[in-house]
């Protein structure tokens, strides 16, 4: 679609779980951060939901690396797509990233999924709170409310080291003057000497959350970052006595590749003799030994199915369920309306039954 211009009615929506995408752009926004644009190469407009992430496809050397990234950009603006990543020492997709991927590279991306959204929570308040790169499916949010609800009511609470590596800083102090009911903080935990800074410093904590967000018990709260920070932001806010069903957190890791799941116990009054997997895309057929996963056997039987956190919670590894039964412990990776279509996550779906699906 290079050079030429569509109205959006002209061209069709994300279809289908798998996206050609070209970058087109790549800005730095802090030390070690970097956000990557992308278009579609197929004249689609991205549909999806402020907050949701996909799983990008990187054909790195020595095979594909798939990893999961929160979308920053927002669907408010559907003709790209922006992840915002930082690389972290031991951060291998990241890094390969940072090393390759030029304006005018393709590459491919699973998705979108997550269900880390205030669109699926509405709420006349919000507090949104995030260290470091946790900021960006709250940013994908904000932008969004700045586009269509620009009156929206949001305590906007961001955490970083130090003033240069506060992700979003100069457009989020454009968006605080722009948004009405906007009550932006942005706290930094050190000062260098030579560095001015005139605004909050020091850690998150109690006192300071609840001088900064008074009324926070009343608000639906979306929180981002280390495990540690927000196992902090959590007792903060269970111990002020708000009601924890409104209080949503998410963070991802990079999963190592082809990493086996433990066998599970059988469950009661389940067989315990192996069954037939039918993978239908491949014409391939695979004995599935009790207790294994649909995605062991499809490596198993030279079977590619996309995986990358192998936890059920990206829902990169769904397939299509064309006939028998499975048992699936997931962690949000999939939805009801998707179960109920027929869709299984791969790498915790365990069959109880033969077993035929897309793949």
Known sequence: MTGR????????????????????????????????TFRSERDRWFRYRPGQFVTLELPAEGGPLLRTYTLSSSPSRPLSIAVTVKAQADSIGTRW????????????????????THVAHPAPRYLFVSAGSGVTPMMSMLRWMADC??????????????????IFRREL?????????????????????????????GR??????????????????????????????GGIVRDAGADMARYHQESFGEAPANAPSEQVPLAEGTSDAAVTITFATSGVSATCEPGRTVLETARHAGVRIPAACESGLCGTCKVMKHSGEVRMEHNGGILDDEIAEGYILACCARPDRDLSVDA
């Open 149 to 166: 609800a620009p009156d929206s009511d949001v305590a906007f609470v961001t955490v970083a080291r130090r003033p240069e590596d506060i």
């Open 173 to 201: 102090e454009l968006l605080d003057r722009q948004m009405p009911n906007l009550s932006l903080a942005m706290i930094v935990r050190d000062n260098p000497p030579g560095e001015t800074w005139s605004g909050l410093r």
């Open 5 to 36: 211009y569509l109205h959006l009615d002209e061209m069709s929506p994300w279809s289908d779980r798998l996206h050609h995408l070209e970058v087109i752009g790549i800005v730095d926004e802090a030390p070690g951060v970097k956000t990557f």
């Open 204 to 233: 998150l904590d109690a006192a300071r959350l609840a001088m900064l967000v008074p009324d926070l018990t009343t608000r639906e709260i979306f929180c981002c970052g280390p495990d540690a920070f927000m196992t902090l932001v």
């Open 97 to 116: 990233m940072f090393d390759h991927l030029r304006p005018g590279a393709r590459i491919r991306a699973y998705g979108p999924s997550g269900q880390f």
